[in-house]
T-cell receptor, first 115, second 119 residues
Framework: DTAVSQTPKYLVTQMGNDKSIKCEQNLGHDTMYWYKQDSKKFLKIMFSYNNKELIINETVPNRFSPKSPDKAHLNLHINSLELGDSAVYFC??????????????FGEGSRLTVL | AQKITQTQPGMFVQEKEAVTLDCTYDTSDPSYGLFWYKQPSSGEMIFLIYQGSYDQQNATEGRYSLNFQKARKSANLVISASQLGDSAMYFCAMREAIFTNMGRRALTFGSGTRLQVQP
């Protein structure tokens, strides 16, 4: 069973299009995240939700809109895609407590290519 | 300001030797956690090891150990007996305020070190 699953894994689209990436976790975690990994492999937090409430909203263009219908799901919708949006987008979740306080459990990543 | 610094963009090591990947961090929070993740060429992020700021002993997980020097704010990863499968990107990360406001802090990552293990 995949703990954190993202779909699609690969996404190729034209500039100006709108696309969504879906994420689901079956770990019972309260907190979910979206990270962006650029071409230089740098990982940057975009959003965080805790029990469906938006907690972290980093400086991200408002073309990016996260949605959390319940605490097991966190989707990312991107409007008017630009070339610079090409990246790998990682969904992650973390428990409220545990032996490794704050450990992130990552999905496999969704590679977005904007042409 | 950069919170996590990994100064080695790339490292080479011979198979079966030990290697140290450097990580320094910056925080004024007394309670924080330090993490190392591995990202092989297949792209997934694999958790390796964790060190809490109040932990008395350095963390170890199999061939991985964390050389935690709190006063110097460094948390270097040591991989013993390197294997070809250890070739990957390695990321150091930190979460602040680990005992409060858990959901309100994310992990901050360093820029990574690409390790190549040579036969």
């Amino acid at each position: 069973d995949t703990a954190v699953s993202q779909t699609p894994k690969y996404l190729v689209t034209q500039m100006g299009n709108d696309k969504s990436i879906k994420c689901e976790q079956n770990l019972g975690h309260d907190t979910m995240y979206w990270y962006k990994q650029d071409s230089k492999k740098f990982l940057k937090i975009m959003f965080s939700y805790n029990n469906k409430e938006l907690i972290i909203n980093e400086t991200v263009p408002n073309r990016f809109s996260p949605k959390s219908p319940d605490k097991a799901h966190l989707n990312l919708h991107i409007n008017s895609l630009e070339l610079g949006d090409s990246a790998v987008y990682f969904c992650a979740s973390s428990p409220g407590q545990g032996p490794h306080t704050g450990e992130l459990f990552f999905g496999e990543g969704s590679r977005l290519t904007v042409l | 300001a950069q919170k996590i610094t990994q100064t080695q963009p790339g490292m080479f090591v011979q198979e079966k030797e030990a290697v140290t990947l450097d990580c320094t961090y910056d925080t004024s929070d007394p309670s924080y956690g330090l993490f190392w993740y591995k990202q092989p060429s297949s792209g997934e992020m694999i958790f390796l090891i964790y060190q809490g700021s109040y932990d008395q002993q350095n963390a170890t997980e199999g061939r991985y150990s964390l050389n935690f020097q709190k006063a110097r704010k460094s948390a270097n990863l040591v991989i013993s007996a390197s294997q070809l499968g250890d070739s990957a990107m390695y990321f150091c990360a930190m979460r602040e305020a680990i005992f409060t406001n858990m959901g309100r802090r994310a992990l901050t990552f360093g820029s990574g070190t690409r390790l190549q293990v040579q036969p």
